[in-house]
């Protein structure tokens, strides 16, 4: 993290943001595209300090270090609310924050959610705990998000919760069996035990019938969460929530296709292709 609250010139900024967003090999890069530039160069900025604090969380530095990193990014939010950011990306931020009066509390909140995701295991409890896990790494992003979008509050803390919820439903689904490789249950542990599984002995135990049950629980939710998600989207101007509407549209596909193979197979790899993803993207922004 760069200090000293170095001034840099808004060329240098532009430039950081889009390499850090196009980068990220992520198809919401094209869909962020289609925007105003005020508000792509706003969601921009958004986005890219989510990858950055997903990148800690996710590297390979020590826990420690990784604790102290994502303490100086809540130094630099603080810094940033008071006009004072001491890097290239909070200087980034500062015209969305100010614009779109994004609520400081959100960057708090996904910061939260990268903290419970840095330890060398996790284990989710119950569905209270795997609610509040869905809020802090995703459901914040929509929060900020949709204020970028300019929806009002209510309409968009409504999709930013059932979106949000429905996306990180589908990631934790999509990478069952890699997050267990690396210590770390989503599916909450009091389904696996009505199931009847120890949730301690899921590595070696991927194929046993207690997972595949919870799965099947936790994709009802995010079928539930998608279908609240496009209702709550088609109350909305199109051309607000159109970002939107292409990631839920993406995430949909891939969902569906998460259902298609089924539970009982979670090493088998899903994915969409380049293909899916253009024709997706396509429809989904210009054929409502």
């Known amino acids: 993290m760069i200090e000293n609250n170095k001034i840099y010139d808004a060329h240098s900024v ?17 869909a962020m595209r289609l925007m105003s530039p005020q508000k792509r160069n706003a969601i921009y900025s958004v986005y890219a ?13 020590k826990e420690f270090q990784k604790r102290n990193k994502l303490s100086n990014w809540r130094i630099e939010i603080e810094s940033i609310y008071q006009a004072k950011p001491n890097t290239l990306l909070g ?14 509390q959100d960057f708090m909140d996904l910061l939260d959610g990268m903290e419970m995701d840095i330890g060398n295991s ?26 970028i979008f300019e929806l009002d509050r209510e309409t968009g803390n409504k999709l930013a919760k ?25 599916l909450p542990n009091s389904l696996l035990i009505e199931h009847g ?4 002995k899921i590595n070696i135990d991927i ?42 549209t993406l995430y949909q596909r891939l969902f569906e296709k998460l259902c298609n193979r089924g539970w009982m197979d979670l090493k088998s790899k ?17 054929f409502v």
Not at 216 to 229: H, T, Y
Request: positive net charge; contains cysteine; charged residues 25%.
């Open 49 to 61: 300090f989510c990858r950055e604090v997903d990148d800690i969380a996710d590297g390979n530095a």
């Open 270 to 286: 899903v994915s969409l292709s380049s293909r899916e993803k253009l024709y997706l993207i396509v429809k989904s922004a210009y």
């Open 14 to 30: 532009d430039q950081f943001i889009r390499s850090r967003v196009k980068l990220s090999g992520s198809s919401f890069f094209w």
């Open 91 to 104: 200087q980034s931020l500062m015209p969305a924050v100010n614009s779109y009066k994004l609520v400081k």
């Open 197 to 200: 599984i120890n949730p301690n």
């Open 207 to 248: 194929d046993h019938s207690a997972v595949s049950e919870t799965c099947k629980v936790i994709a009802e939710n995010a079928r539930d969460s998608f279908n609240q998600s496009v209702r709550i989207l088609a109350s909305c101007e199109p051309r607000k929530v159109r970002p939107a509407r292409i990631m839920m």
């Open 122 to 147: 996790l284990q989710i409890p119950d569905l209270p705990e795997l609610w509040i896990y869905c809020d802090r790494v995703a459901c914040s992003v929509g929060r900020l998000s949709n204020s």
């Open 162 to 186: 059932s979106l949000g919820t429905a996306l990180q439903l589908t990631n934790i689904l999509r990478d069952v069996h890699e997050d267990y490789t690396r210590g770390h249950i989503y």
